[in-house]
């Protein structure tokens, strides 16, 4: 089968891509998934354990697994990684208290061997919040450039709204037909 057709049968065809969707507990990664699911914000409970969400996107079929951020659970993300083509980090943009530990889970992700080949999209959720921080403001807390080996991209968001959300899944679309 020629190389086009190849890549044309992954970007169009029924292959399921592994987006995993990680961040500290209240960040928002609930509310995040269920609404690229249903396009409305809906009432959320913590995730415990892990959620799993099909979503389609112009035909580019997305398997999301929501990870749970508690402390207890984030040492077990590392297990979610296999096959991971995007990470996505939401950040709650109002927790200026705990951004030290996200850039540490996010540098301590980007040095896993098994999402070596992964891109990477930042939201920065809960822009609509009085005091958040902006997408720059949370891109040169994190150090973002400074990551080299992954493609990465930072997006403002409100997922209550969806705000910001359908130019994210833009972009992880447009990262599945480049790679
Ligand atoms: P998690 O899955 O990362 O733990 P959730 O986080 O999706 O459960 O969200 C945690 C809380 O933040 C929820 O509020 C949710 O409604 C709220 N939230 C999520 N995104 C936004 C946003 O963009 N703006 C605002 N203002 N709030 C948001 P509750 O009250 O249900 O705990």
């Known amino acids: 089968m020629g190389f086009l057709l190849t890549k044309m049968l992954a970007v169009f065809g029924d292959r399921e891509h592994k987006v995993i969707v990680v961040g500290l507990d209240n ?5 995040v998934l269920y609404q690229y699911l249903t396009k ?3 009432h959320t409970s913590p995730t415990i354990g892990s959620n799993v969400e099909q979503i389609t996107v112009r035909n580019t079929h997305f398997l999301f697994w929501d990870i749970g951020g508690q402390e207890s659970l984030r040492a077990s993300w590392y297990s979610y990684y296999g096959n991971t083509e995007i990470v996505i980090l939401v950040v709650d943009s109002t927790d200026r208290e705990r951004l030290t530990i996200t850039k540490e889970e996010l540098h301590k992700m ?5 999402l070596q080949n992964a891109s990477i999209l930042i939201l920065a959720n809960k822009q609509d919040m009085k005091g958040s921080m902006t997408a720059r403001e949370i891109s040169d807390f994190l150090t973002l450039n400074t990551i080299t080996g992954h493609p990465w991209h930072i997006q403002a968001c409100c997922a209550l709204t969806g705000e910001g ?5 833009d972009w992880m679309r447009s990262q599945i037909i480049t790679n």
């Open 165 to 169: 959300l359908p130019a994210s899944l």
């Open 27 to 31: 960040a928002g990664k609930t509310t």
């Open 40 to 42: 409305e914000a809906v």
């Open 110 to 114: 980007l040095r896993h061997e098994d």
